[in-house]
T-cell receptor, first 113, second 115 residues
Framework: GNSVTQMEGPVTLSEEAFLTINCTYT??????LFWYVQYPGEGLQLLLK?????DKGSNKGFEATYRKETTSFHLEKGSVQVSDSAVYFC????????????FGPGTRLSVLP | NAGVTQTPKFQVLKTGQSMTLQCAQD?????MYWYRQDPGMGLRLIYY???????DKGEVPNGYNVSRLNKREFSLRLESAAPSQTSVYFC??????????????FGPGTRLTVL
């Protein structure tokens, strides 16, 4: 079946540091890939997505590139802020009806001033 | 625009009690979902509804029932709560059923504790 693996953390960084959160996936067919973010006490929000190989999703300074050859979708940001502290979820979705979304376990990021 | 709303935000139950979690969306979406979130396990799909009048089991349906009351509302019922159902429950909606580029929109969650 489909699955998503991501580094669980927690990840602690200083403000303005470079961020990478690794995500790899296993899927049949050609999935779309997503990063969702969950701020404390809130639901998940879409951060970015990519729908085909080599696509780059970007939003709020975050980027991720859909790499089919390595089945990866790593999240990066060049300079994190305290306000980026949250839990980040990698996810995939396929056209296989009923499969819907498969989420990774989430990575908690803490950014210190 | 409220998006996806859930009630209640917090609930404490005793083993064997029943309760219904409510979810509503105002985006005219066709599909709605119920997930549970447990530490280290991400989100797991309990039930989903691809359209009004239809519901299907997800990955972890045991101990739950759902009702798609109308296009806006999708409720989750625990008939006899167990401590293993202690979790945070999220409702979500999307415009299309299982579209590969579809985005899901999430509610704020219900934190449930079963003693």
């Amino acid at each position: 079946g489909n699955s998503v693996t991501q580094m669980e953390g927690p990840v602690t960084l200083s403000e303005e540091a470079f961020l990478t959160i690794n995500c790899t996936y296993t899927a049949t067919g050609y999935p779309s890939l997503f990063w969702y973010v969950q701020y404390p006490g809130e639901g998940l929000q879409l951060l970015l997505k990519a729908t085909k190989a080599d696509d780059k999703g970007s939003n709020k300074g975050f980027e991720a590139t859909y790499r089919k050859e390595t089945t990866s979708f790593h999240l990066e940001k060049g300079s994190v802020q305290v306000s980026d502290s949250a839990v980040y979820f990698c996810a995939l979705s396929t056209l296989n009806y009923g499969q819907n979304f498969v989420f990774g376990p989430g990575t908690r990021l803490s950014v210190l001033p | 625009n409220a998006g996806v709303t859930q009630t209640p935000k917090f609930q404490v139950l005793k083993t064997g009690q029943s309760m219904t979690l409510q979810c509503a969306q105002d985006m005219n979406h066709n599909s709605m979902y119920w997930y549970r979130q447990d530490p280290g396990m991400g989100l797991r799909l309990i039930y989903y509804s691809a359209s009004e009048g239809t519901t299907d089991k997800g990955e972890v349906p045991n101990g739950y029932n759902v009702s798609r009351l109308n296009k806006r509302e999708f409720s989750l019922r625990l008939e006899s709560a167990a401590p293993s159902q202690t979790s945070v429950y999220f409702c979500a909606s999307s415009e299309m059923p299982s579209g590969s580029t579809d985005t899901q929109y999430f509610g704020p969650g219900t934190r449930l504790t079963v003693l």
